[in-house]
């Protein structure tokens, strides 16, 4: 018990930096901008053939140039991306339906076609969540806030995407205080059965959401004391008020071309 309390969970917005130096130094308005065309290219490609490949390339990438643990790599490239493939392939498999019936379980009926679009679905997920936790493991929470303020997004969405990220962190803290204490008092042993430990769980969730409530509140009252506004951050961006050099357009215009050379030859 001690042991699992020492270790406790790993939160995740607060993730341990990698040491990938030349995907860090990259403009973050750069990986903003390749990142959200390459999920959009994504979308359009639909050649089992072809979009594997990409989703291996996305997934050495981390592996060669970021220097994380194996675990980290695992636990972020492999095991996240692929439960969640998973699980909508599960699901497509059994609902999507099709003309051509392969195999039947309980009743419930697979068709080829569903298989088809599960495994489209499947690689789709892989390299979309692969290419977010990419992009979230290289660039800083403050380098995205200063990006999205230099492509003009508004800055009422900018200052929620800000907040929502800070209370993530926070009511985070508050659950792992929670299930920490439940722990230390035998709430999520082995002898007490599931269902109790499931009934364990649901009420830290249930006093996690409540109190969620009450410090949001009493968070945003003290901002505003403070002389918070939507103009706050406005006013100290200053990070990237420069240009995007050549050097950095020029990497941007090579990555959106590798990305369509992809799409070409899906559609081929």
């Known amino acids: 018990m001690k042991d699992k309390l020492k270790k406790g969970i790993v939160s995740p917005i607060n993730v ?4 990938g130096r030349f995907l860090w130094k990259i403009d973050a308005r750069i990986k903003l901008i390749v990142t959200l065309f390459l999920l959009i290219a994504v ?3 639909d050649n089992l053939a072809i979009l594997p490949i990409l989703a291996a390339i996305i997934l050495i ?4 140039i970021l220097k994380i643990s194996l675990r980290e790599y695992l636990r972020r490239f492999i095991i996240l991306p692929f439960s969640i493939a998973l699980i909508l392939f599960i699901v497509v498999a059994f609902t999507y339906g099709g003309i051509e019936e392969v195999y039947s379980v309980f009743g419930l009926k697979i068709y080829r076609e569903s298989i088809s679009f599960g495994l489209l679905l499947f ?13 979230i493991l290289t660039t800083s929470i403050n380098d995205n806030i200063e990006a999205l303020r230099w492509f003009r997004v508004p800055k009422e969405v900018v200052d929620i995407g800000l907040l929502m990220i800070r209370y993530i962190s926070l009511l985070f803290d508050e659950f ?3 299930y920490n204490a439940q ?4 709430g ?4 007490i059965g599931y269902k109790k430990r499931i009934k364990n769980l649901s009420s830290i969730a249930g006093l996690l959401f409540i109190k969620s409530e009450n410090k949001g509140e009493r968070i945003y009252s003290a901002m505003v004391s403070r002389g918070y506004n939507l103009n706050f951050y406005n006013k100290n961006s200053k990070k990237y008020n420069r240009s995007i050099s050549l050097k950095e ?7 959106i071309l590798f990305i369509t050379l992809f799409v070409i030859a899906d559609k081929i």
Request: aromatic share 10%; charged share 15%; with cysteine.
């Open 176 to 178: 792992k205080t929670m």
């Open 43 to 45: 979308i359009f490609m």
């Open 188 to 191: 999520f042993l082995k002898r």
């Open 16 to 19: 341990e930096i990698p040491d």
């Open 249 to 255: 357009f020029l990497l941007c215009i090579l990555m």
């Open 183 to 186: 722990v230390s008092r035998g």
């Open 123 to 135: 690689t789709r997920v892989i390299i979309s969540v692969s290419v977010l936790q990419l992009f």
């Open 61 to 64: 990438i981390p592996l060669l």
